[in-house]
Structure formats: structure tokens, C-alpha cells
């Protein structure tokens, strides 16, 4: 009986996710880099949620496999625009109010909401915190993978303290690992007062503002982003600003590339915070919103990922931790030991994920995203929109079976193949270690980070 009801108590739960219809969705929803909504990148998955997440676990089918340990490194949920968006969203808001052209009756409807209805009501006091749609995010995220490993993610597990829980301290990480430990309990039908079970370790989750090699080499280096800076004022930016610009009826050169970008940002606040289709989406259409997803991409890429090697080896810390946990509970064990650690969750930012999964060589085009070659680049594999949109995940799945330990490796709750071990889903543990092991013989932070752990830089956009 509880299996049948199990599927429709979640379809219940999960239903909610999205505050919007189908049809009330933005059409450039999809391309918000960062600020993307993780519904928005993967709908069929919160649709089919029971059916679509058993079928991504893929050990050998000839081999009796169960699954023994999930180490997930989670970003937060959505949330508030930072300090810096906030006023960029109120210089825009009173631009647009007093030098537009004013919309009259046969104007467009959303030009006039804009002028006369809408309201700049972010304040400066929110500042990155986490909504509570950000909360729902991991919330669901718990539920999902409770049932997916439910031996791993059980609620005895949880109450007894076997599964860790680690956090960036920054506000809407520490309110994220909450969220996904109310989802845990939640499912356990706890009827008391949560006790939150977490530890605190920018260390491990905020290791970019430690690297001074990172800080220093980009960063602080304005020109580490030199691409970005082009592509800003290339053509294809130029264009997206000309036709802002006339829709809004303001003299062009008002609009800045920051502005352009604050409008874009608005729509995706307005979808993640509220759910709401908001006026500022019309602004673009999805040739625009491209573009902009791309100059997000190559900010990403140059600032976080294959752009700068130092980039990737910041994340040197996380990477060894990920590993150390994965070899422990893949140990040879005696009848008498006690059982290893059913599951690690690390919750951080999109800049903790993007280094790791470029030390993993993952995402890694052939040709890397430039200023000029944006027309070539439609069907890159390095697209931050369906990365690491808000509470993307990052899956290390643990498997015993017949030939010993596997690795499964899952982005967003989608498979991924290891680079190099391309033939399996599920290679054997043993071969994952050996095809990364440059790294973990090396990837020495303080070597590679000149020794240091000064030089903080932080990045709060993400």
C-alpha cells in the first residue's frame, strides 16, 4: 500500500515546485546562467520524479551491485539578488521611469506595467539571502534522493547521526543544508522541533578566497577576464543593448551593459523568487537571451573554470576530501567493523562546483568559449544555465558489487561519464582512482596556491 501511495504523495509535494504554469513561464527561462532555476533546466524530471531518478543509477546489469555511500556537493537554493544587483535593479527602475518614453494606451501593456505598476522591492538588507522557494529547492532535492537511496538517506540514518552535513557559513548555505535536512525529516514524519546537525568550514566549501595563486592570478586580474570585457562590447552585445534600448525608447548610450544585464537578471528574479512572468521579460526575446547566457558563460568559464588552471586546482581541498570519504567506505570490511558513512552532503556555491568539476575535466569543449567566436559556440557542453543553476548537485555514488567498489557520478541528478572511462556508467572504483590519480598523488593547495591563505577576494554573486 505504501508504495502505491508514496508516488502520489510526492507528486503532491513535488507539484509545488513551480509556482508557475507551463504557460505563465518566461520563454527565455532556460537561460539565466547561474540564476537559472533548476526546474527550468531538467521540467521532465519534476514531472516523473520517482520514475526518471530510478533509472539514473547504472551499475553493470551482470553484477549484483547495492548502492553503500552518496557523497553530494549541492549548491544553494534560490535566492535574493546581492547588495550590487540590488542597486543596479533600482538604477534601472528609475531610469526607465522618468527618461522612457511613456507608454500610452496603444503601447505595449508590459511597457506600461513597468512604468506605472511595477515596483523596485528589493532592499538592500536581502542581500543573497535564500527565498523560500530556495528552501522548497533542497527540500525537494532531500526527497528525491531519500527515495532514490533509501537505505543511505533512511531516517534512522539521519537520526542517529550516521549522515554528515557540511556548509559554507555564508546565510542561504547554512538556511539550504537546513532545508535539506527538514526534507529528510520530513519524510521521517518527525513531529518534533527541528535540531539542525551541521558543520561549518569555508575551508572545505569557500576555498577560492584561500588560494592566493587564484586570488591574486584572476580573481583581482582584470585581465583574466579580458574576453568577457570584449564580448561586452562586441557586436553581438551591442545589438541586444540597440534593441533594449528601442523597445524601451531611451537613447542607447543609457543603456549599460550592466543595466542590460540588470533587466535580464530581473526576469530571472522575478521567475526564482516570486514565480511570477514579470514585465521585464519581454525586453528580450530568445536570441537576446542567448547572448546574454553566453557572456554569463564565458565570465564562468574564465573567471571559474578552464579558463585559468589555477582555477580548478583552488578546489584541491574538496577534491582530496571527496576522495578520502569515498575511499573510506569503499574499505574491505570485516563481519565486525561498523558500517561505514552512508552519505556526506556539502552544500556551497556555484563557485565550489564549477573549480571541482573542472578538476574532473568535465564540461571541457574542445574549443574554449572566446569574445570572437560566439557564433561557433551553439552547441558547447559548457553551459552554466544547465550546470549549476541554483541547487545543482553534484552525485558520487558508492557502489559494492561482485568485482569490487564502483563510482557513479550524477550532475543534477543526470549521469555523467568520468573523461577517460567513457565505455560505463558505473566504472570500477578502482579505475576512477586510476585515471585521476595525478591528482591525488599532487594537487597540493598550498603548493599550488604559493603556500598561502591570505588574499581574500570573495565572489558574492553566486
Given amino acids: 500500500m505504501l508504495s502505491v501511495l508514496l508516488p502520489a504523495a510526492l507528486c503532491l509535494l513535488l507539484g509545488r515546485l513551480s509556482g508557475c504554469s507551463p504557460a ?22 519534476l514531472r516523473d520524479v520517482l520514475s526518471v531518478n530510478m533509472s539514473v543509477l547504472r551499475p553493470p546489469p551482470t553484477e549484483r551491485c547495492s548502492p553503500v555511500h552518496l557523497t553530494a556537493v549541492i549548491r544553494h537554493g534560490s535566492r535574493y539578488p546581492t547588495v550590487k544587483n ?26 506600461r506595467d513597468i512604468q506605472s505598476r511595477w515596483e ?5 538588507d536581502m542581500d543573497g539571502q535564500l527565498v523560500m522557494k530556495g528552501r522548497e529547492d533542497l527540500l525537494h532535492l532531500a526527497v528525491r534522493l531519500s527515495v532514490l537511496f533509501p537505505s543511505l538517506l533512511s531516517e534512522e540514518n539521519v537520526r542517529k547521526r550516521r549522515v554528515s552535513f557540511v556548509s559554507s557559513s555564508k546565510h542561504r548555505c547554512v538556511s539550504s543544508v537546513e532545508a535539506f535536512q527538514d526534507g529528510l525529516r520530513r519524510r521521517g514524519r518527525h513531529d518534533a522541533p527541528p535540531e539542525y546537525d551541521h558543520e561549518l568550514d569555508d575551508e572545505l566549501m569557500r576555498f577560492f578566497e584561500r588560494c592566493r595563486g587564484y586570488v591574486e592570478g584572476v580573481e583581482n586580474n582584470r585581465t583574466a577576464l579580458m574576453e568577457v570585457e570584449k564580448f561586452q562590447h562586441g557586436e553581438e552585445m551591442e545589438a541586444v543593448r540597440r534593441r533594449m534600448a528601442e523597445r524601451l525608447g531611451l537613447p542607447q548610450h543609457r543603456l549599460t ?26 525586453l528580450f526575446d530568445e536570441n537576446d537571451a542567448k547572448v546574454l547566457e553566453y557572456q554569463s558563460d564565458l565570465k564562468q568559464y574564465w573567471k571559474r573554470s578552464h579558463g585559468h588552471v589555477i582555477s580548478g586546482l583552488s578546489s584541491c581541498p574538496l577534491f582530496h576530501h571527496v576522495f578520502r570519504t569515498l575511499d573510506k567506505a569503499g574499505r574491505p570490511r570485516r563481519s565486525t567493523d561498523a558500517s561505514p558513512e552512508p552519505a556526506s552532503i556539502l552544500v556551497g556555491h556555484a563557485e565550489t562546483l ?24 551553439n552547441g558547447r557542453t559548457f553551459r552554466t544555465s544547465q550546470i549549476v543553476p541554483y541547487a545543482a ?15 557513479q557520478l550524477l550532475v543534477n541528478e ?30 597540493d593547495f598550498h603548493r599550488e596556491c604559493e603556500g598561502r591563505s591570505g588574499g581574500r577576494g570573495p565572489n558574492t554573486e553566486l
Wanted: aromatic content about 12%; proline content about 7%.
Fill in 414 to 443: 543526470s549521469p555523467v561519464r568520468f573523461p577517460g572511462l567513457q565505455a560505463e556508467d558505473a566504472p570500477l572504483y578502482r579505475d576512477v582512482r586510476a585515471t585521476y590519480r595525478h591528482l591525488l598523488d599532487g594537487c
Fill in 393 to 407: 548537485n553534484l552525485l558520487f555514488v558508492l557502489f559494492d558489487c561482485q568485482r569490487g567498489p564502483r563510482l
Fill in 86 to 111: 540590488i542597486r543596479r535593479i533600482h538604477k534601472l527602475s528609475e531610469l526607465v521611469r522618468t527618461e522612457a518614453a511613456r507608454g500610452s494606451e496603444g503601447s505595449e501593456g508590459w511597457l
Fill in 24 to 45: 505563465d513561464i518566461p520563454h527565455i527561462a532556460a537561460y539565466f546562467g547561474t540564476k537559472t532555476r533548476y526546474e527550468d533546466v531538467n521540467p521532465r524530471l
Fill in 257 to 282: 551593459p550592466d543595466l542590460v544585464e540588470a533587466a535580464f537578471f530581473l526576469c530571472s528574479y522575478e521567475l526564482s523568487i516570486r514565480s511570477v512572468h514579470s514585465p521585464w521579460c519581454f
Fill in 120 to 124: 523596485a522591492w528589493y532592499t538592500e
Fill in 354 to 377: 564549477l573549480p571541482l568539476l573542472s578538476l574532473l575535466g568535465l564540461y571541457k569543449d574542445q574549443t574554449p568559449p572566446t569574445a570572437s567566436n560566439y557564433q561557433s559556440q
